[in-house]
Every structure is written in structure tokens, then in C-alpha cells.
T-cell receptor, first 118, second 114 residues
């Protein structure tokens, strides 16, 4: 399989559940990202990892816990979520952290996980 | 600050041209991008423009950049029903170093009527 894959594609969970979202990239990239996409709002960057190290946490609540065991895999562990956390969660990867002068290094996105919190 | 704004909706007839507009605030962005999101799918890079250019053409797509006004547009010629999607404008601010951030607009939903 090529590109960026995400599983599951759809997830429904209760507020007391614990679940994990998985992202895998087959592009040999070094940087990976989690975004949250809510209706009629701009994409919100949540976390950035570069060479397995977290380089950015965009003030995300602790009920979202990322994990990056290697450059190809990225997880988002979820616990005690709220209904307002329902959204499409997108994973992306890039060769390296975006360079200001780079035209070819941009982010490649997975299809997303549609999360519904009841 | 960093902010990217787009109109939320555009409806055109098949065969017409579509123009999607975007304004951004961070003049440090070296590249600006257009992404397309089809229903149920992730974002797909359509095209990009370097900030020292004012126009870039790529088949049916034309990107215009007015750096003075911080205005970016995407023109799709001969719009087809398969072009129906959400289009996102994004900038990559370089102020403060390379943090890996892309700043996205809210997205413009393009509806193409047959």
C-alpha cells in the first residue's frame, strides 16, 4: 500500500471509552502530523513529530495523547473525550519539517478517521 | 498573527470557470498552497506558488498571487462535475523558524452543476 493510511476510517465511542487512531505512511518521510477538522472551521494542527520526537503540541487537551514509535507510524490515543471532540482527524506526513524555501516538500494527507463521541 | 480566510461556498455551471479566493496575513510565507478534499477523503495537494511569482499555470489551474494585498486565487478553467470538492488555501509561515506548520483556511466548497 502506498501513501498515508489511517485506521479506523470511522469510530463511534462513548465519553468513558479509550480508543486509539492509527496512521501509517509508506513514503519514507521523517515528519508526521495530526490535524483536527471540524465543520466550517479551519484545519487545526494538533501535534507535529520529527524523527519520532514531538516538536509541537498546539495546546491540545491531555485527553488526546500522541505516540510515535517510529517515523512510519503515528498513533493518537483517546480517553474521556467530549462530544465536541467529534470531528475528522487527519494524519499527514512530509519528508522533513516544512522548509520555508521548499516547493516540493509539502504534507501528504491520509483519508482521515471520522470520530463521533456520544 | 497567522490567519487564512476563504469564502465558504461557490456554485458554478459545468464548463464555466471557477475562481476561489483566499487572503492570508503572514508575509513571511515563502510558499502558498492549494489543496483539494473530495468527500470522504484526505487533502490532496493541487498546486503551489512561490511568493516571488505572481502567476502559475498548470493545465486547467491558474494561481494568481498579489503579494502586496496578500491575496491568492485559484482559477479552474472548464470546470467539471469531478471538480466538486472543498478547496483549501494554506500558507507555510517561516517566521520563528521551521516548525512544520501549515496554516489552512476554512475551505471553499465548490459545487458544479451539470
Amino acid at each position: 500500500e502506498t501513501g498515508v493510511t489511517q485506521t479506523p476510517r470511522h469510530l463511534v465511542m462513548g465519553m468513558t471509552n479509550k480508543k486509539s487512531l492509527k496512521c501509517e505512511q509508506h513514503l519514507g518521510h521523517n515528519a508526521m502530523y495530526w490535524y483536527k477538522q471540524s465543520a466550517k472551521k479551519p484545519l487545526e494542527l494538533m501535534f507535529v513529530y520529527n524523527f519520532k520526537e514531538q516538536t509541537e503540541n498546539n495546546s491540545v487537551p491531555s485527553r488526546f495523547s500522541p505516540e510515535c514509535p517510529n517515523s512510519s507510524h503515528l498513533f493518537l490515543h483517546l480517553h474521556t473525550l467530549q462530544p465536541e471532540d467529534s470531528a475528522l482527524y487527519l494524519c499527514a506526513s512530509s519528508q522533513d519539517l516544512l522548509l520555508a524555501g521548499s516547493s516540493t516538500d509539502t504534507q501528504y494527507f491520509g483519508p482521515g478517521t471520522r470520530l463521533t463521541v456520544l | 498573527g497567522e490567519d487564512v480566510e476563504q469564502s465558504l461556498f461557490l456554485s458554478v455551471r459545468e464548463g464555466d470557470s471557477s475562481v476561489i479566493n483566499c487572503t492570508y496575513t503572514d508575509s513571511s510565507s515563502t510558499y502558498l498552497y492549494w489543496y483539494k478534499q473530495e468527500p470522504g477523503a484526505g487533502l490532496q495537494l493541487l498546486t503551489y506558488i512561490f511568493s516571488n511569482m505572481d502567476m502559475k499555470q498548470d493545465q486547467r489551474l491558474t494561481v494568481l498571487l498579489n503579494k502586496k494585498d496578500k491575496h491568492l486565487s485559484l482559477r479552474i478553467a472548464d470546470t467539471q462535475t469531478g471538480d466538486s470538492a472543498i478547496y483549501f488555501c494554506a500558507e507555510s509561515p517561516s517566521r520563528g523558524g521551521n516548525t512544520g506548520k501549515l496554516i489552512f483556511g476554512q475551505g471553499t466548497t465548490l459545487q458544479v452543476k451539470p
